[in-house]
């Protein structure tokens, strides 16, 4: 069976540091993608990054970079010099190749708490 | 470009009431998820929809749940004679079929509050 873990539940800074939420996934599959969603106060789920599981680059994206590693099973988030605005919750999704109607498996999320 | 909606936004309802959510996807959007979330937890698959068929459930969707997607436009989902246990965050998603690159985006959820 498929897993997502985020082991952190919640996440406080002080604006300007640096965050970083860990993602690890358990399947047996082979291919698969993995997702960032942001979850500000509003509730809606914001889509940030998909990777596939042949592409273990790691990507910048503003203040934003993912860590992808195959080998430890793991797709950490880091968000750099951290904003009020950066306040959410922050969910890891996995979604099997297999799976043809690509529904979503998610983590618990990390709460994430950014103060002036 | 209009993103997910879902109505209403918040829900109270006395237990044994029956309640019915609206998703409205992206226009051209041919796949429609529903999820639950409740709280502290991330969202869990209940069902999908490709055009007007729905094509998988989750054991989490109970006989008392129902969900349509009539003309494979927007969906509804039912819950027929409430219970506190069904307070949760009801989220809608869609995503436009092309490879196996779709990824899905949300609305912005049904809170629904079980008396």
């Known amino acids: 069976a498929q897993k997502v873990t985020q082991a952190q539940t919640e996440i406080s800074v002080v604006e300007k540091e640096d965050v970083t939420l860990d993602c690890v996934y358990e399947?047996?599959?082979?291919?698969?993608?993995l997702f960032w969603y942001k979850q500000p106060p509003s509730g809606e789920l914001v889509f940030l990054i998909r990777?596939?599981?042949?592409?273990?680059q790691n990507e910048i994206s503003g203040r934003y970079s993912w860590n992808f590693q195959k080998s430890t099973s793991s797709f950490n988030f880091t968000i750099t010099a951290s904003q009020v605005v950066d306040s959410a919750v922050y969910f890891c999704?996995?979604?099997?190749?297999?799976?043809?109607?690509?529904?979503?498996?998610f983590g618990a999320g990390t709460q994430v708490v950014v103060t002036p | 470009d209009t993103g997910v909606s879902q109505n209403p936004r918040h829900k109270i309802t006395k237990r044994g009431q029956n309640v019915t959510f609206r998703c409205d996807p992206i226009?051209?959007?041919?796949?429609l998820y529903w999820y639950r979330q409740t709280l502290g937890q991330g969202p869990e698959f209940l069902t999908y929809?490709?055009?007007?068929?729905?094509?998988?459930k989750s054991r989490l969707l109970s006989d008392r749940f129902s969900a349509e997607r009539p003309k494979g436009s927007f969906s509804t989902l039912e819950i027929q004679r409430t219970e506190q246990g069904d307070s949760a965050m009801y989220l809608c998603?869609?995503?436009?079929?092309?490879?196996?690159?779709?990824?899905?985006?949300f609305g912005p959820g049904t809170r629904l509050t079980v008396l």
């Open positions: 998603a869609s995503s436009l079929r092309t490879s196996s690159t779709d990824t899905q985006y």
């Open positions: 399947t047996r599959d082979t291919t698969y993608y």
């Open positions: 990777r596939n599981s042949f592409d273990e």
């Open positions: 999704a996995l979604r099997l190749t297999t799976d043809s109607w690509g529904k979503l498996q």
């Open positions: 226009s051209e959007h041919n796949r």
């Open positions: 929809f490709q055009n007007e068929a729905q094509l998988e």
